[in-house]
């Protein structure tokens, strides 16, 4: 069974960083490429960025340049995502999710999600 | 890159049939074979539906259908059951960024 079990909830003060793991199981970690995917409270989904396991590349959303780092640490199946420079509108839950094999844009198994809280 | 074009809301009566729409550019869901939709619990993570267009995952309803004419792909969910009711999300692949989702579309079984 693929599972992907992701870090508990943070609570973070503006200006902070947070990071997020996200530990598989149940299928070979280079495999498939891992997104990660934000959702504010009421709000929909967005694509952040997503890394390839196998060699570390990476790719991000033009929104989250230069404040979103993802990798991938092949030897404990688990991938990370770090958001810097957090305001009130990084609040949201962060799901990593695991892509469709041989497609970079399609995902077919999700993790439960971490909620981040940005506040004073 | 701008979001796809989903329609807020969608409803519907048990048994019928509901289309949802999700437009996009000809850099995108025009462009690609790489359209896929999620379905959405309120509280739960998403849940791929389509892939490729057209696709079923395994253990996905043959209710569920998807189609693509031009820059607009759709879903269609035949017989329509109360356990639909959520929020679906279309995503597409782009020729700058790997994926792009809709704004999404929440769908009521009345």
């Known amino acids: 069974e693929v599972q992907l079990i992701q870090s508990g909830a943070e609570v973070k003060k503006p200006g902070a960083t947070v990071k997020i793991s996200c530990k598989v199981s149940g299928y070979t970690f280079t495999d498939h490429y891992m997104h990660w995917v934000q959702q504010a409270p009421g709000k929909g989904l967005e694509w952040m960025g997503l890394?390839?396991?196998?060699?570390?590349?990476?790719i991000y959303a033009e929104k989250f340049q230069g404040r979103l780092t993802i990798d991938a640490d092949t030897s404990a199946d688990t991938a990370y995502m770090e958001l810097n420079s957090l305001r009130s509108e990084d609040t949201a839950v962060y799901f990593c999710a695991r892509g469709v094999y041989g497609s970079s844009s399609e995902i077919d198994s999700w993790g439960h999600g971490t909620l981040v809280t940005v506040s004073s | 890159q701008s979001a796809l074009t989903q329609p807020a809301s969608v409803s519907g009566s048990p048994g019928q049939s509901i289309t949802i729409s999700c437009t996009g550019t000809s850099s995108d869901v025009g462009g690609y074979k790489y359209v896929s939709w999620y379905q959405q619990h309120p509280g739960e993570a998403p849940k791929l539906m389509i892939y490729?267009?057209?696709n079923r995952p395994s253990g996905i309803s043959s209710r569920f259908s998807g189609s693509k004419s031009g820059n607009t792909a759709s879903l269609t969910i035949s017989g329509l059951q109360t356990e639909d009711e959520a929020d679906y999300y279309c995503a597409s692949y782009t020729s700058s960024v790997p994926v792009i989702f809709g704004g999404g579309t929440k769908l009521t079984v009345l």
């Open positions: 490729e267009v057209t």
């Open positions: 890394v390839d396991p196998e060699d570390g590349e990476t």
